[in-house]
């Protein structure tokens, strides 16, 4: 790859940088877990969840201290409020994972630019 392709790239590199960048400077609050949907029976007897028609219930997941809670939720405010969070929270790793792969690529690309730029002159040292 000549130096002009090179150097193309690593503009591209840091456009799609600064964008991802927004994501990680971002406001928005945060949350680490994961929210789902499942079904599960009450323990009631007489209720219609012990015939095999379950109650859907959501709950979210998070790590704390090393180890995963788990806690139901009934309030649809509540669960629309951690599908956003836990979102946010996707979005952010996601963000800044790129953003290490894409500056991984960038030392690589600015070192073959310098390679090549020293190579344009042909000095050479020796007997």
Same mark, same amino acid.
């Given at each position: 790859?000549?130096?002009?392709?090179?150097?193309?790239?690593?503009?591209?590199?840091?456009?799609?940088?600064?964008?991802?960048?927004?994501?990680?400077?971002?406001?928005?609050?945060?949350? @680490?877990?994961?929210?789902? $949907? +499942? =079904? /599960? %029976?009450?323990?009631?007897?007489?209720?219609?969840?012990?015939?095999?028609?379950?109650?859907?219930?959501?709950?979210?997941? @998070?790590?704390?201290?090393? $180890? +995963? =809670? /788990? %806690?139901?939720?009934?309030?649809?405010?509540?669960?629309?409020?951690?599908?956003?969070?836990?979102?946010?929270?996707?979005?952010?790793?996601?963000?800044?994972?790129?953003?290490? %792969?894409?500056?991984?690529?960038?030392?690589?690309?600015?070192?073959?630019?310098?390679?090549?730029?020293?190579?344009?002159?042909?000095?050479?040292?020796?007997?």
């Amino acid at each position: 790859m000549d130096l002009a392709h090179l150097r193309q790239k690593l503009s591209s590199l840091l456009a799609e940088e600064s964008s991802l960048m927004k994501v990680v400077m971002g406001r928005e609050a945060l949350l @680490k877990g994961s929210i789902y $949907r +499942t =079904r /599960t %029976k009450c323990g009631n007897r007489n209720c219609k969840c012990a015939k095999g028609d379950l109650h859907i219930v959501w709950r979210i997941t @998070k790590s704390e201290e090393g $180890r +995963t =809670r /788990t %806690k139901s939720m009934c309030k649809t405010e509540d669960i629309e409020r951690y599908k956003r969070l836990t979102n946010n929270y996707k979005q952010f790793r996601e963000a800044r994972a790129r953003i290490v %792969k894409i500056q991984r690529e960038q030392v690589i690309l600015m070192n073959r630019i310098e390679a090549g730029r020293r190579g344009e002159y042909g000095l050479k040292f020796g007997k």
